[in-house]
């Protein structure tokens, strides 16, 4: 393709409401503007979520900028989403600039701290605008929020600064998507709509015949064309951007029957602060593993294997397990025979003690925790942010010590009590020597809990877990095919690209970008 101009062209997508599909179709854009020679990166201004990641350089950011900068091939950036809020209670949460936190904040101290953000915004917008051809950007919730536009920095307050233009999604398996443009429009300023380029129509099932006659007429009346309705699939992966899917997923086996010796049953246990549960996507996509959600109170009998998540709040998560028995239930689960795994959060409550004297997540001082493993945690005021890489030390598989490979956020410092076996051997990614150890794990290999986010990204990791699972539980080891979970990530992509420029006029989004 021909040499773009200095300055990279924009593109926005913003939505009729939150969980439109916005993340998903900004990647799809990205890896089809990038197959066609251009050098694109993504950008969300703002991003809420408890599903993070950490870049190479030790910066925390949202989850699905990470997943769209894939889609792009690039590595992650902290510009791409250089305002980061995770919430940590029903009225607060942790506010995140350029990957660091800078404090905890409710949501009106943070309305008024977006003076200082916006600056950070502006900042790491312009170096991305000089470095690439094209800037997709993501919007988040809706433009029409008519409470917030005074300090909107994330929808048409950043458009109208960056005059980008902008195409509006509506998810259509909702209902009402036809009322929910012309709202959204109705709501907004003059000079705001006029930003608005497209419509796109997201999430369509059935026959498209039976949606015509509805556009023509609502293209008129919001005076902006539809560029593309996009039908609702199933059939490809994508990691999701927030809790709100874990919703869709399976949840218990059916009235706790036992399941197929062939399938691993797994229950992740369904925190109300859950963070990172893209950790278990890997799982999710096994052909001979079952994966549910589960609420705290609901039956463990018939799963092989109970997961505790990671949790942005993991004393109050901790208290509310207690509450509903989940501690007495796991440890009938683990003398069943079952194995019980804990990543950061969830490793931190499977130990004796989760100190806080800092009062970084309560007042209580100190809890404790289910005491399945010898560990003892405290939380510090620092928080650590760092991929990590280094060797499994407990021997799921015959053989070499196994590599492994993830990304870590906590703010807990874990210490080894007398009798801790650790389960890996960890360093910063890079760095020369021997690490440290890291997480904990029982003499049989039955309960074990780590701080690494990503470890089951891994697939000779996962596959070696797994069979010594299904060998413990069954005495035999996998039959179904094997899964690369990098190929599953990677062909989802270009599938969803490949979607994208079926249902969309690319040429007139193109045009709308200032492509041609």
């Keep these: 393709m021909h040499a773009m101009a200095e300055r990279a062209r924009l593109l926005m997508v913003q939505g009729t409401g939150s969980n439109v599909g916005k993340s998903v179709l900004v990647a799809g854009l990205c890896r089809h503007f990038v197959r066609q020679g251009l050098k694109v990166a993504p950008f969300k201004a703002q991003n809420m979520a408890l599903n993070s990641f950490i870049t190479g350089e030790g910066h925390e950011m949202g989850r699905a900028q990470a997943v769209q900068a894939e889609a792009c091939r690039l590595a992650p950036q902290v510009d791409m989403n250089p305002v980061l809020i995770k919430p940590n209670s029903d009225v607060g949460a942790q506010v995140i600039i350029h990957g660091v936190p800078v404090g905890n904040m409710s949501a009106l101290s943070y309305h008024r701290y977006k003076e200082k953000a916006w600056p950070a915004v502006l900042a790491s917008f312009e170096r991305l605008a000089a470095a690439y051809d094209l800037i997709v950007i993501e919007g988040a919730g809706s433009p029409a929020e008519i409470n917030l536009r005074e300090h909107d920095i994330v929808n048409m307050g950043l458009a109208l600064a960056v005059q980008a233009p902008v195409l509006l999604v509506g998810d259509i398996d909702k209902g009402g998507v036809f009322a929910a443009f012309v709202g959204t429009l109705a709501l907004l300023a003059p000079a705001e709509k006029q930003l608005v380029k497209g419509l796109i129509i997201n999430k369509f099932r059935g026959d498209r015949r039976l949606l015509e006659p509805g556009l023509a007429p609502i293209a008129a009346r919001c005076g902006v064309p539809f560029v593309g309705v996009v039908p609702h699939f199933r059939d490809l992966y994508l990691p999701e951007e927030d809790g709100v899917a874990v919703e869709s997923y399976g949840r218990g086996l059916d009235g706790g029957r036992e399941p197929a010796a062939a399938t691993l049953a797994v229950a992740v246990i369904k925190l109300p602060h859950i963070a990172n549960f893209t950790d278990f996507d890997p ?27 990671g949790s942005k709040n993991t004393i109050d998560d901790l208290l509310t397990l207690k509450r509903c028995g989940l501690e007495s239930r796991l440890r009938d689960f683990l003398r069943a025979g079952g194995a019980v795994v804990g990543i950061c959060g969830g490793y931190q409550m499977l130990g004796r003690e989760i100190s806080d004297p800092h009062q970084v997540e309560t007042t209580s001082g100190a809890v404790a925790g289910f005491g399945l493993l010898p560990v003892s945690t405290e939380l510090a005021r620092e928080k650590v942010t760092v991929q990590s890489r280094g060797r499994l030390l407990f021997p799921f598989a015959a053989g070499d010590s196994m590599e492994v490979a993830g990304y870590e956020i906590h703010m807990g410092r874990t210490t080894l009590l007398p009798g801790a076996r650790p389960l890996l051997q960890l360093a910063p990614a890079g760095e020369a020597g021997g690490g440290h150890p890291d997480g904990a794990v029982t003499a049989d290999g039955l309960c074990w809990g780590t701080y690494l986010h990503g470890i089951f990204d891994r697939d000779d990791f996962r596959r070696a877990w797994l069979d010594f699972l299904r060998q413990h539980r069954y005495g035999i080891t996998a039959a179904a095919p094997r899964t690369s979970f990098a190929a599953l990530k990677e062909e989802g992509l270009d599938r969803l690209a490949d979607l994208l420029a079926a249902n969309l006029d690319l040429p007139a989004i193109s045009r709308i970008a200032g492509l041609e």
């Design 283 to 309: 799982l999710l996509h096994e052909a001979d593993v079952r994966l549910d959600y589960l609420l705290p109170e609901d039956e463990l009998s018939g799963y092989d294997l109970v997961i505790l998540p």
